[in-house]
């Protein structure tokens, strides 16, 4: 216990995510944190201090009743990049940033269990998923201005959830605890308890916007399997061999085959 | 432009106004155009080949930029800075216009549909609407010329809602995608058939522009010049010939009169400078789009003219008619998972659903008059911030799940034709003034029976399509709760139709207007009726045919 009160601490220390660069700088900064010997310890979370069963809070999960943070902020009145901004320059997103330190960090944290790293695919926040969160919740557009009460309440209620349960900040637990609340909330289905379904569901739009800003880097476009965007000279191919082949067996599976458009080869 | 003797002005640089300049350029006249956006050059400012993930917001669309950061549109989309338009009590319309040179033809969807002599007649066959005062045959070679001009890909099918074109006329079509072949073959099983569909896409080249090369989003512009835009081929083109001159940022408030009714020229607003100018022309063509030509000719009084100008009819800001539209889609397990290969395409339907049901309308099987087509979407696209779908969990797993369901995601994308009604107009607010002091266009809407039973109608049939696929796409809407809001499909027509009588119609088929020889309209507000087939290819089609008729009027001295 001890020890693991110790590596919290050095962690809360360690995981200050690093902001006020936009991601456009993301190959600059992203060679700068590899080097950086402090993030990617805590981001891929080398938390090896043992815990005890009880020390997940499933006891305090049960008890807890369904709460929910009333923020006031203040709306965004910063103006957005206009109707004619110049699309060749490096676009500019002209309204501040809003994210504080702590929730960039924990924005962070979160970021990277949605999206670890996989082998030599980077985890989100690598690739400074954090970064388009924060422009996302800043921007002054009326979507994303919902987004933030939702984005920002679900972080609240966590770092709240995590005081309940374990008396620290969610940055501050142990991975099992961590993982003890993501448990809860992640699943938005049928069977999500009542006192987690307002939460589940916030979360989710903080794990879409999560997913889309990772899967929109190069890394994350690649990991998906894009392979368009790449002038082809000459008449579009079509799909592949092995493309055709599936959807042979796909049409043969739901009883189309007969009705197979023709194709030219 | 003291020193350009011009013969016709032409308000509007987009699809009508650039074709009308084309013709009558290269037929020798000297043409003056007015554009009330700035000047555009795609050959610099297009961002082909930008990814979302470079953009603010991951690309996603805003107030600022609808259809998305990189989308070609600049200062336009459903709102335009200091130019508001209202909406009466009860109604909403969404107006999207462009501000820039080349007006919408810089992003639109390049869907290139012929109307059909059916097209044409509707009201003899259904006593609904208007006739147009011509047939197929008069217009069918403007079809040829026009689809040649501009370069459109797709093949004659011999269905019976797409005439076909003259031989050696249409360009090949790209090859269709495993989606349209899947859906194809769902479809067929109902009896339902696909086909490639028509799009003012290169994919040979053509004068100075290059075949499509198969890489970037069309809706950025597209600065090769394979997918239509007059900025990249007819504005250059009329320039070429030295008998067109163009001003941007040049707002026409009104079209001016002499004591005897003939248009003199136009008054226009110098948005750099904010003072009014006057220009004096012998024709003046309006082609600033359907409800922006209305809202020049109801606020061109006189005393010879109270109720606005060409409007000796009444007609003119009436019969506003919209595509229907409808939106209906569902995760296709069977492609979950599938072979991952370049499906970029031409970057929009290479195959679509055509109107299937003529037959079924003429027996009166159906409880709708008009026909729909379905565009089709789903394929392993750029992702984009609406790319995580629905998912579940975190860690290494939900990753796994985003990448199962890449490219089986299936989207139909209804568009009906709309029948006109009483209650679908537009008029001149009588408060509401633009930045310039111009009194702003005041919508009023309202759907029918006929639009809300074919969506429904359009609901099922798209719900049986993905049932065949082995999809669920759960409890259908209601047909008022999924069709989309007038003026969102953006194919806004019918506000000066023409016809064969001055009492019900605001031009003849010229688009000459009746109570002004001199004064013609070029844009979707001449039509009749509105087809389901997305109007644009008919709106160059008519310009064309009617720039000609007008430069044959001139050189005999008629007008
Ligand atoms: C995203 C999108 C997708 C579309 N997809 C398709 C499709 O696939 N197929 C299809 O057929 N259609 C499509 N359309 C519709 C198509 O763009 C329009 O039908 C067509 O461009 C209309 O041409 P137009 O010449 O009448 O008007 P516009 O292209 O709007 O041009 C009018 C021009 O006039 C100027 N103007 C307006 N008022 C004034 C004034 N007072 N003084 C001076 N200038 C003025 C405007 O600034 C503008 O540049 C789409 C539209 C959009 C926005
Ligand atoms: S896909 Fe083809 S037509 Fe469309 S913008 Fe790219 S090159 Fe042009």
Partial sequence: M??????????????????????????????????????????????????????????????????????????????????????????????????????????????????????????????????VVDEWVSAPYERQQQDRVTILSALAWIDDEAQMRFSKTFVALTKVQQKAIMDDIAFDTAETPAQFKRIASAFGRFRSLVLAAFFCTPEGTKDIGYVGNVPIGGDYPGPTKEAYAHLDKVLADLGLTEYAYPIQT | MKDFDFEVLVVGSGAGGSMAAYELTKAGHKVLMLEAGRDYDPKTETPMFKRNGEAPLMGAGT???????????????????????????????????????????????????????????????????????????????????????????????????????????????????????????????????????HRAVLTRPLDNRAACFYATPCGHGCSIGAAFQTTTSLIPMAKATGNLQVITDAMVKSVDTDENGKVTGVSYVDKKTSTVHQLKAKVVILAASACESARLLLNSKSARFPQGLANSSGQVGKNLMDSTGANIGALVPALQGRPIYNEDGHTANHLFIPWWGHKAQERKELDFPRGYHFEIGGRFSEPNSGIAGYVQGYGPDLKRQVKQNYGAYIGFALRGEMVPNEHCYMDIDPEVKDKWGIPVARFHWKWSEHELNQVAHGLK?????????????????????????????????????????????????????????????????????????????????LAMRNSSWLSAQLKQGAI
């Fill in chain 1, 2 to 131: 001890a020890k693991d009160q110790i590596n919290n601490a050095v962690d809360q220390q360690q995981i200050q995510y690093k902001s006020g660069m936009t991601r456009r700088d993301s190959l600059k900064l992203m060679m700068a944190l590899a080097a950086s010997t402090l993030l990617p310890a805590v981001l891929t979370g080398c938390d090896s201090a043992p815990v005890s069963k009880t020390d997940t809070g499933a006891e305090a999960a049960k008890t807890t009743s369904e709460h929910w943070p009333e923020l006031k902020l203040s709306p965004i009145t910063a103006t957005g990049y206009g109707k004619d901004p110049n699309l060749i320059l490096p676009p500019a997103s002209p309204w501040p940033l809003t994210l504080t330190q702590a929730q960039l960090t924990l924005v962070a944290v979160l970021a990277d269990i949605l999206v670890p790293r996989e082998g030599a695919v980077p985890s989100a926040s690598e690739v400074h998923v954090p970064a």
């Fill in chain 2, 461 to 541: 049939t798209a719900k049986a399509i993905f049932a065949e696929m082995g999809a669920d796409v759960g409890e259908l809407p209601t047909p008022e709760q999924a069709i989309l809001k007038g003026g969102e499909i953006i194919h806004e027509v019918g506000t000066t139709r023409m016809g064969a009588s001055p009492k019900d119609s605001v031009t003849n088929q010229w688009g000459q207007s009746w109570d002004c020889p001199n004064l013609f309209v070029m844009d979707g507000g001449v039509f009749a009726s509105n087809p389901h087939k997305n109007c644009t290819l008919t709106i160059m089609t």
């Fill in chain 2, 63 to 197: 107030i600022d930029k609808d259809f998305g950061y990189y989308d070609a549109t600049v200062d336009g989309g459903w709102n335009v800075p200091n130019e508001p338009y209202t909406a009466a009590d009860g109604s909403e319309f969404l107006w999207w216009r462009a501000r820039m040179l080349g007006g919408r033809t810089n992003h639109w969807g390049r869907y290139s549909l012929r109307f059909s002599e059916h097209d044409f007649k509707g009201k003899s066959r259904d006593g609904l609407g208007a006739d147009w005062p011509f047939d197929y045959e008069d217009i069918a070679p403007w079809y040829d010329k026009t689809e040649a001009l501009v370069g459109v890909c797709g093949t004659n099918t011999g269905l019976d809602d797409m005439p076909p074109s003259s031989d050696g006329i249409l360009q090949p079509p790209p090859k269709p995608r495993i989606t349209e072949l899947l859906i194809a073959a769902a479809a067929k099983k109902l009896g339902i058939p696909l086909a490639p569909m």
